[in-house]
């Protein structure tokens, strides 16, 4: 069962209204005295429904949820679609200057501020949620896989697992880079993280860039799975394919548990 809200971010967006998804697991009704984990998800109107995604084709991810029974609330919320630069504006932690986009202004700090002060906040009031950091993951591609990186190590007290599918990791290297090294973490952080080789391409030393990345992270400690993903394309339909993946990185040695109310 997928819930759709319409929610406002006044810090980004004023009274502009967009679409909230809640997944719900197939026993939701059924147990009412059940609680379960969360996992958060950027670029909401792409998880679920073809009929709402940008290009056409969602990730399936109502169709992976419901026929492999996991019992976990997926929490998801629509992109900005101003054409100026909405998206890259809200999910991207630093300002960048760029060939294609032109000059961006980095609000993704205050869209990562909104989402774990306002939206989890309500979103642990309206479901039965197991709220701690040990139960609440999230996840994105592309801009929103930087984002789901950069909410791992800036949230590491809210998030304990992130899956960053295709991460903008050339928006700002350095500062990426300085965010992994420096940021104090818990030793049971977990991250998968990929890359299609059919994309490596898309920007210049990518491959470079990836691996370099993919090695600070292991120097970090970081229970890390990341992989360069055969064939694989920037776009939902690749993505889609990786669910396998990334959904076993974050459930890997982890006990889906359940809390009776009180």
């Known amino acids: 069962m997928v819930r759709i809200w319409k929610i406002t971010i006044p810090q980004l967006t004023g009274d502009k ?19 379960y984990p969360v996992l958060y998800m950027f ?20 169709e992976y949820m419901d026929e492999s029974g996991i019992p976990l609330i997926i929490a998801a919320v629509e992109c900005n679609h101003d054409p100026d630069n909405g998206r890259l504006s809200e999910y991207s932690p630093y300002s960048f200057d760029d060939s294609c986009f032109g000059s961006v202004t980095g609000r993704g700090e205050i869209t990562m501020d909104w989402l774990v002060h306002t939206f989890k906040r309500q979103i642990d009031c309206c479901f039965r949620t197991l709220r701690d950091r040990e139960h609440t993951f999230i996840a994105g591609s592309s801009m929103g896989g930087l984002m789901s990186l950069y909410a791992l190590f800036t949230c590491n007290d809210v998030f304990s697992r992130a899956a960053a599918l295709s991460p903008s990791l050339w928006v700002d290297p350095p500062r ?9 973490l818990d030793s049971r952080t977990v991250l998968y993280m990929d890359y299609g080789s ?25 229970l890390l799975e990341s992989r360069i993903v055969p064939g694989g394309e920037h ?9 396998p993946f990334f959904m076993n990185t974050l459930l890997y040695d982890y006990t889906l548990e359940e809390e009776q109310e009180r």
């Open 176 to 184: 990426i880079e300085e965010l992994i090294r420096e940021t104090r």
């Open 198 to 222: 059919r994309e490596l391409a898309r920007h210049e030393g990518m491959a470079r860039r990836f691996g370099d990345i993919t090695a600070l992270l292991t120097e970090r400690q970081i």
């Open 43 to 62: 670029d909401g109107h792409n998880v679920f429904f073809d009929s709402h995604a940008t290009y056409g084709k969602s990730w399936g991810m109502k």
């Open 17 to 35: 209204r967009r679409r909230a998804y809640i997944y719900l697991p197939r026993d939701y009704e059924e147990e009412p005295g059940r609680r």
């Open 235 to 243: 776009c939902e339909a690749s993505w889609e394919r990786q669910i």
